[in-house]
């Protein structure tokens, strides 16, 4: 068997699970196991490239230790502190995003949970942005129960983002405030809503290869429909500020063997694009089918989004027409 072959059955119908040997992703060669991801990434999920961006609704003061994170009261950085932001200043991200022609728009907050008079002015800041724009609408807000998924897709969410972050052996390594199985089970709660899933994680914060094509696994196990990979950038003042950057082909391996372990879901270039050459060129040849875009409301988001969108339509793939 080789990474050609394998591509082809998964096209054909083929499914990858834990019983395989895995192993295989990691000895064979890079550049025959990111064309065979990108053959797959091809034939079933077209050009089309899905760029998300996010606004950052509610920063730090969080209560969990996530090693990695600067938005965590567990460690001294520079992380900007407020609350919940006013609904015009969302609604005005979302237009920007829609004219630039992003297909998603996500509210992210910090905290394990959003709970309260914030959640409901969550609620009010989608049912508005539905009504104004023509864009898909995607929350990140925690752990949330049945009813206030629900209530998000009522009020016209049609996505939720929640990162198991690595693989269930690691997890432990890196937050101990809350468990992997509270990730899963919120997952869960997702797809039973009917709604679009979205779930990651973060390489290089010290795992194995295996911890990686675990959480590759897993997260086909669950189902989820898109899965941003982040590549580690150290934050100082977090645990894991002196961890040493991945190099670019550690990346593509992982971003290509995703691909073919989760053949119809959007691998999501996210955070560690920085690491990659040219804007993530190859990355998109080795089975990416989406990026994350953008950069809230400066002048800069704009010319994030249009760089990328320039980038992509020279390499032939599709992107939104812009307003």
């Known amino acids: 068997m080789n990474a050609t072959e394998l591509a082809q059955e998964i096209i054909d119908g083929r499914r990858i699970t834990r019983e395989d040997d895995l192993k295989f992703f990691l000895k064979c060669d890079l550049e025959a196991l990111c064309e065979g991801a990108d053959r797959i990434r091809k034939a079933l999920k077209g050009d089309k490239v899905d760029l998300c961006s996010i606004i950052n609704g509610r920063s730090g003061r969080c209560p969990e230790d996530c090693k990695y994170c600067a938005q965590s009261a567990h460690y001294h950085t520079s992380c900007v502190v407020y609350d919940f932001l006013p609904e015009q200043q969302i609604l005005a991200a979302c237009r920007m995003n829609e004219k630039e ?14 709970t309260g008079e ?3 002015k969550a609620l009010h800041a989608y049912e508005t942005m539905k009504q104004e724009c023509n864009i898909e609408l995607c ?7 049945e009813e206030q998924i629900h209530r998000l897709h009522q009020a016209g969410v049609s996505s939720y983002h929640h990162n198991i972050e690595t693989s269930r052996r690691n997890f ?4 101990t405030t809350h468990t992997y199985e509270m990730k899963i089970e919120t997952l869960k709660k997702v797809k039973a809503e009917g709604m679009y899933a979205c779930s990651g994680g973060i390489i290089g914060m010290g795992e194995t290869w295996e911890d990686r094509l675990d959480m590759a696994v897993s997260l086909a196990e669950i ?3 898109s899965i941003p990979i982040n590549a580690l950038m150290p934050i100082e003042g977090t645990p894991l500020e002196d961890m040493p950057p991945l190099t670019e082909e550690d990346i593509l391996r992982t971003i290509a063997f995703f691909r073919y372990i989760n053949p119809q879901a959007d691998i999501r270039l ?9 804007d993530g060129q190859r990355a998109f040849r080795a089975g990416a089918s989406a990026t994350i875009t953008g950069n809230m409301l400066t002048t800069v988001a704009c ?3 249009r760089s990328d969108r320039e980038m992509l339509k020279e390499m032939g793939r599709e992107v939104k027409a812009v307003l």
């Open 139 to 145: 929350a990140s807000m925690g752990f949330l129960n």
């Open 172 to 175: 432990p390594n890196i937050c």
């Open 303 to 305: 010319a994030t989004i």
């Open 118 to 120: 914030e959640f409901e």
């Open 223 to 225: 189902g989820v429909d």
């Open 270 to 278: 996210a955070a560690g694009r920085a690491l990659l050459t040219k």
């Open 101 to 114: 022609g992003v297909d998603r728009f996500s509210i992210v907050t910090a905290g394990k949970a959003l």
